[in-house]
């Protein structure tokens, strides 16, 4: 299959939410588009902008297009992107997951990951767009509440957007790949 621009999940998705107090009727700002992912982002840079905030490995498009349709196949999965309309690129991106339970009456949990802003467009609040967008997206999708893990040193950017720090540990087993 080729890539294409068919959006891993409808778009309807994001309109009208009320990010920072105004309402993102059309998610279009300046030379800037805010969209769900698509397989052709991989060829405007998606893994490069993802590379900026961890290893991304070799990835071919056709792993990354198996991925993409896993993700579709599943339906849990929020991939959002920001595009520099002017030349195409992904500048941007971030990732919410919903967990289904049996607890609390078949709950619903978000999980926002992998969020990172390409350097050169940093402190221009793409960071603040992204994890708004996908906070309110998981309630929207009737999440009882959203989660994430950051590094201490980052912890102030999300407490801005409401996030406060778990009483919790993040505990974790690695399998060395
Ligand atoms: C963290 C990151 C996503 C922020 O993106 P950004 O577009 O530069 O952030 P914004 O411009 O939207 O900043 C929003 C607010 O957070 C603050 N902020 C930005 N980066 C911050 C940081 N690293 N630590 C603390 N506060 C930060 C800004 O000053 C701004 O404050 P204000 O609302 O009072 O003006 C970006 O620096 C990045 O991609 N870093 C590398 C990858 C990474 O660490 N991702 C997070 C993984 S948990």
Same mark, same amino acid.
């Given at each position: 299959m080729a890539l294409n621009d068919i959006p891993l999940f409808d778009e309807v998705l994001l309109r009208? +939410?009320? *990010?920072?107090?105004?309402?993102? =009727? /059309?998610?279009?700002?300046? &030379?800037?588009?805010?969209?769900?992912?698509?397989?052709?982002? #991989?060829?405007?840079?998606?893994?490069?902008? +993802?590379?900026?905030?961890?290893? %991304? &490995?070799? *990835? =071919?498009? /056709?792993?990354?297009?198996?991925? #993409? /349709? /896993?993700?579709?196949? +599943?339906?849990?999965?929020? %991939? *959002? *992107? %920001?595009e520099d309309t002017d030349n195409g690129s992904v500048v941007a991106t971030a990732l919410l997951i919903l967990e289904r339970k049996f607890i609390h009456a078949c709950t619903t949990r978000g999980r926002v990951e992998d969020v990172v802003v390409c350097s050169s467009v940093r402190g221009k609040g793409l960071g603040k767009l992204l994890v708004s967008t996908l906070t309110l997206l998981a309630e929207r999708l009737g999440c009882y509440k959203v989660t994430l893990e950051c590094k201490p040193a980052i912890s102030s950017f999300y407490e801005r957007l409401g996030y406060t720090v778990s009483e919790e540990l993040y505990m974790q087993r690695r399998f060395g790949h």
């Open positions: 009208n +939410l009320p *990010v920072d107090n105004q309402v993102i =009727s /059309e998610p279009n700002m300046d &030379g800037l588009r805010l969209r769900p992912l698509c397989t052709r982002d #991989f060829d405007r840079g998606f893994m490069k902008t +993802l590379a900026q905030l961890t290893d %991304v &490995g070799d *990835v =071919s498009p /056709e792993t990354f297009i198996d991925r #993409f /349709e /896993e993700m579709k196949r +599943l339906g849990n999965h929020y %991939v *959002v *992107v %920001v």
